[in-house]
C-alpha cells in the first residue's frame, strides 16, 4: 500500500520485532539499524532503507515486514526477522605442523560473529594458500558446519589434511626444441630449493604465482615469433620421487615460428613512405615480437606527433601469408592536422609555484606541439621528485590548430627530518640529525619555506671516530636561467684517516653549475677551508707535523652521467674529469693542483636474478708548484678500505715513511691508478650477492704511472637497501701485497656507494 492517499497521511501505529528461530540478537542493536519510530508519517522509503540497512549489518538472513492497517488511518508494522547463526567456536581438525593460533591470523571467521558461509568458503581458500606457501603444497582443507536450531549457535571445524612438506627439487620441461630450458626457467617465479631459498622464499610451489609463470611462459615464447605457443595448465605433471620433493613437468607445444612478411604503409601524404620506413624496427624477415611490433606503432604516431601532427593515429593489421608462412604487417596511417601549443595550463600544485613546473618543460606557448618533447617534459617533472603523479597531456581549445599543455600534478613529500645511529668499519658507531628539502623557498615563510625547487640540507653527525656538521644550499635555476649557484659550508673531525693524528676541516665553498652540450655537465667551484693537524702520537711529528694550514682552492668538473639509477644500477656509465687548483695568490698558503678521471661502466649481463657487471677505473696526478716544496700530506692519494682495495686496510697502500724506527706509516703518493670489477646478482630484491676484483697502485712522484708496485685483492659481498641508504658488506682477501700492507683478509661494513 501507499503511504500517502488521498486525505490525511497514515501513522506508524505499534512497532514491533518477532524473531523467526532463536533471537540471537539484541532488539537495540536492530532498532538502533532503524529510522521507522512509532507515531511516524508512514513512509514506504524510509522502510526499504531500514530493509537494507539490517541486511548490511550481516546479522539477518531474512527480513519480512507486515503491515495490519486499522480503521483510524494507523498502521501497525511487524518485522519480522530470522537471524543468522552465530559462531560459537572455530576448530581446525587435522592440524600438527601449524599451530591453531597461527591459522586464527589467515581467516575472518571469528567467534560470536554471525555465521557466514561464503566467508567460510574463503577461509577454506586463504589457509589452502597459507600451506602452500609454507611448502605444504598438497595440502586439502574442507569444511563443516555443526547448527544448533535451539540456541542459534553453530561451530566451525576446518577439516586439514597436511599433507608432507616440499621443496622443488626440479622443474622439467617437454616439448622446449627450440628454446634451452636454462631460459625458460629463468622466466620464471617458480625456482627449485637453493641455499638461498631461506631469503628469497622461493623453492616453494604457489599456485597463484605457478599460473602466473606459466604465462610468462607463453609471452616469453610469444616474443621469439611463436605466437600458436600452447602450455596447458592441466598438462602439467607433479611428481614425487621422495619423501618431501616435489618435480615439475611443464609441457609446450611450440607451434611454428612466424617471421614478419611484407611491411606496408599505407594513408600518409604528410611523411613519405621511406621516411616512415625508416623510423621502424622490425623489417621483413625478422622474427615476429609482438613488443616489437607495437613499439613500432609507438614510432611512426612519434614519427607524426614530433611535428604537431599530435592526432595521427596508426592501426597495426596482421595478413597470414599463406604461401610464405610470415605475417604481412600493414600500418594504417589516419592523418591529423598540424598543432601548435596556444598556452600551459598547470593544476594540482598547491605547493610548488608554477614557475617551477614550466621551467622544466621542453615546450613553450606558440611552438609547434611535439608529442616527443611533451613525453621529454614529463620526465623531466618526474625527476624532480617532487610529485606523486605527473600527467601531461594536449587540452582542445577552440582555436583551429591549437592546443593547451595540460600539466596535472599531485604533490609529494619533499622535506625529511631524519635522526638515526649506524656503524661502519671505517667510521665505527655515528648517530645523525639530517633536515633536508629537496623543494626550498628561502623567502616564502607562509608556505613553510617550500616551493621555489631549491636544495637544502643540514646535517650534524657525531661518532666515535668522526663528527661532522654540514649546512647547504643551491637555487637551481639562477635568474630563472639554467644555472645553478650553491654553497655549502662544514666542520669536519675525524680519526680514521690515521691512527697516528685527529685531522679538522672547516670551510665553505660556493660553485656554479651547468648543463654544457648533451649529456655533460660543468661545475665551477672555490673553495677555501683550514686544515688543522692535533693530537699527533709522540714520535711521529716528523711524519704528521702539527700544524694549521689555509687553503684556498679554485676547481673544475665536467661530468657525464647515463645511468638508470643511482642505487644498484643496472646500465649505463658515470664518467668525470676533476680539476683543482690550491694557489696562495688567493689567501691560501700553499701551491699544488689536481687532475683526477673517474669512470665507471655498468652492462647488464642476464635478466634472470638482474645480473650486472661493473667497472670502475680512476687515475689521478698531484703536483707542487710556487714556493711549496710538496703536497700535503693530508690531500695525498691513498688506497685501500670500503671505497678501493677492499682487501687492505683504509689508506694502507702507497708510499711509507720509516723516519719512526720500526713503524713505517702511510704517507701517500702524488700519483695513482685503480680498477675494479664486480659481478653481482639479486638474491631476492633488494638484497644483492656480489664477488669482485680490486687492483691498484700509489706512487710517490708526480706523473709516476708504473704500475710495478700494484696490490691488488678479490672477494665477496652483500649489498642491501636499509631504510633507502645502500649496505655494502664485503670480506677482501689481499693476492700481491707488501711488507708493510698485508693484515689478511679484511671485513669491510660501509654505507654509500663507490661510483
Not at 574463503?122 to 606457501?133: A, H, L, M
Not at 608554477?354 to 622544466?360: G, L, M, N, P, Q
Amino acid at each position: 500500500m501507499q503511504a500517502q492517499a488521498s486525505g490525511a497521511a497514515y501513522k506508524v501505529g505499534d512497532l514491533s520485532l518477532k524473531f523467526i528461530g532463536t533471537a540471537n540478537v539484541n532488539e537495540q542493536v536492530v532498532l538502533a539499524n532503524m529510522q521507522v519510530r512509532e507515531g511516524a508519517d508512514l513512509d514506504d522509503t524510509m522502510i526499504d532503507q531500514d530493509i537494507r540497512s539490517l541486511y548490511r549489518t550481516g546479522l539477518f538472513e531474512f527480513i519480512e515486514v507486515k503491515r495490519d492497517v486499522r480503521p483510524d488511518r494507523v498502521v501497525n508494522l511487524v518485522f519480522e526477522l530470522t537471524p543468522k547463526f552465530r559462531v560459537l567456536s572455530v576448530r581446525y581438525d587435522g592440524n600438527v605442523k601449524v599451530k591453531s593460533s597461527r591459522l586464527d591470523k589467515e581467516i575472518k571467521t571469528k567467534t560470536n560473529t554471525a555465521l557466514d558461509e561464503r566467508q567460510v568458503k574463503e577461509d577454506v581458500t586463504k589457509i589452502r594458500e597459507y600451506y602452500q606457501k609454507s611448502g605444504y603444497n598438497q595440502a586439502k582443507v574442507n569444511y563443516a558446519i555443526e547448527r544448533n536450531r535451539s540456541t542459534g549457535f553453530g561451530t566451525v571445524t576446518f577439516q586439514i589434511d597436511e599433507g608432507d612438506k616440499v621443496k622443488i627439487s626440479r622443474v622439467n620441461f617437454v616439448g622446449n626444441d627450440s628454446v634451452k630450458a636454462r631460459k625458460l626457467r629463468g622466466a620464471m617465479e617458480t625456482k627449485k630449493w637453493t641455499i638461498f631459498s631461506w631469503i628469497t622464499g622461493s623453492g616453494r610451489f604457489k599456485d597463484d604465482q605457478f599460473q602466473d609463470d606459466l604465462d610468462k611462459l607463453r609471452d616469453y615464447y610469444r616474443e621469439l615469433g611463436y605466437l600458436d605457443v600452447e602450455v596447458p595448465s592441466n598438462q602439467v605433471s607433479y611428481e614425487y620421487p621422495k619423501s618431501g620433493k616435489l618435480v615439475l613437468t611443464i609441457r609446450i607445444n611450440e607451434g611454428r615460428q612466424y617471421k614478419v612478411g611484407d611491411i606496408e604503409i599505407t594513408g600518409n601524404t604528410i611523411i613519405p613512405t621511406e621516411t616512415l620506413r625508416g623510423a621502424l624496427k622490425q623489417t621483413a624477415g625478422t622474427i615476429f615480437a609482438p613488443s616489437l611490433i607495437d613499439r613500432d606503432v609507438t614510432a611512426l604516431e612519434d614519427a607524426y606527433g614530433k611535428d604537431g601532427y599530435i592526432e595521427t593515429r596508426v592501426q597495426l593489421v596482421r595478413k597470414p601469408n599463406l604461401d610464405t608462412g610470415a605475417i604481412d604487417v600493414e600500418y594504417r596511417i589516419r592523418e591529423s592536422e598540424q598543432f601548435y601549443v596556444e598556452s600551459i595550463r598547470v593544476e594540482g600544485n598547491t605547493k610548488t609555484k608554477s614557475i617551477v613546473i614550466i621551467r622544466e618543460l621542453a615546450l613553450g606557448p606558440g611552438e609547434i606541439f611535439d608529442s616527443v618533447r611533451m613525453k621529454t617534459s614529463k620526465q623531466r617533472l618526474d625527476n624532480t621528485r617532487f610529485f606523486e603523479e605527473v600527467n601531461v597531456t594536449p587540452e582542445t581549445t577552440t582555436i583551429p590548430g591549437r592546443k593547451n599543455l595540460k600539466i596535472a600534478v599531485r604533490e609529494g613529500r619533499t622535506g625529511n627530518l631524519t635522526f638515526g645511529a649506524g656503524f661502519s668499519s671505517l667510521e665505527r658507531a655515528v648517530v645523525f640529525a639530517e633536515l633536508t628539502q629537496s623543494n626550498f623557498d628561502l623567502f616564502n615563510r607562509r608556505s613553510m619555506f617550500q616551493g621555489d625547487g631549491q636544495k637544502f640540507r643540514l646535517r650534524l653527525q657525531v661518532g666515535s671516530r668522526s663528527s661532522e656538521a654540514i649546512l647547504s644550499f643551491e637555487e637551481p635555476w639562477l635568474f630563472e636561467q639554467q644555472l645553478a649557484l650553491g654553497f655549502s659550508l662544514f666542520r669536519s673531525q675525524s680519526d680514521y684517516n690515521s691512527s697516528y693524528y685527529q685531522e679538522i676541516r672547516t670551510g665553505a665553498e660556493v660553485y656554479l653549475r651547468k648543463r654544457l652540450f648533451e649529456l655533460v655537465e660543468g661545475r665551477l667551484s672555490y673553495g677555501y677551508e683550514i686544515v688543522d693537524i692535533r693530537d699527533v702520537d709522540a714520535g711521529y711529528e716528523v711524519v704528521y707535523p702539527e700544524e694549521s694550514t689555509a687553503l684556498s682552492k679554485v676547481g673544475f668538473q665536467l661530468l657525464r652521467d647515463t645511468r638508470d639509477r643511482l642505487i644498484n644500477t643496472t646500465r649505463g656509465n658515470r664518467l668525470e674529469l676533476i680539476s683543482e687548483v690550491t694557489t696562495s695568490a688567493l689567501g691560501g698558503e700553499a701551491d699544488y693542483y689536481k687532475l683526477e678521471f673517474r669512470g665507471s661502466q655498468f652492462v647488464p649481463l642476464f635478466d634472470a636474478q638482474n645480473q650486472v657487471l661493473s667497472l670502475i677505473g680512476r687515475t689521478g696526478v698531484l703536483d707542487a708548484y710556487g714556493d711549496t716544496a710538496q703536497v700535503p700530506f693530508y690531500d695525498r692519494f691513498y688506497l685501500g678500505g670500503p671505497y678501493t682495495l677492499r682487501g687492505f686496510e683504509y689508506r694502507d697502500v702507497g708510499p711509507k715513511n720509516t723516519a719512526v724506527p720500526g713503524d713505517p706509516v702511510p704517507v701517500g703518493g702524488n700519483t695513482y691508478g685503480f680498477i675494479s670489477l664486480e659481478y653481482s646478482l639479486d638474491i631476492v630484491e633488494p638484497l644483492r650477492f656480489a664477488v669482485f676484483y680490486d687492483a691498484g697502485f700509489v706512487n710517490a712522484g708526480s706523473y709516476e704511472f708504473s704500475p710495478k708496485r700494484y696490490n691488488d685483492n678479490f672477494g665477496f659481498g652483500i649489498r642491501l637497501l636499509i631504510a633507502g641508504a645502500p649496505l655494502s658488506l664485503d670480506y677482501g682477501i689481499p693476492i700481491t701485497s707488501d711488507d708493510e700492507n698485508d693484515n689478511g683478509g679484511q671485513f669491510n661494513f660501509s654505507f654509500g656507494t663507490r661510483f
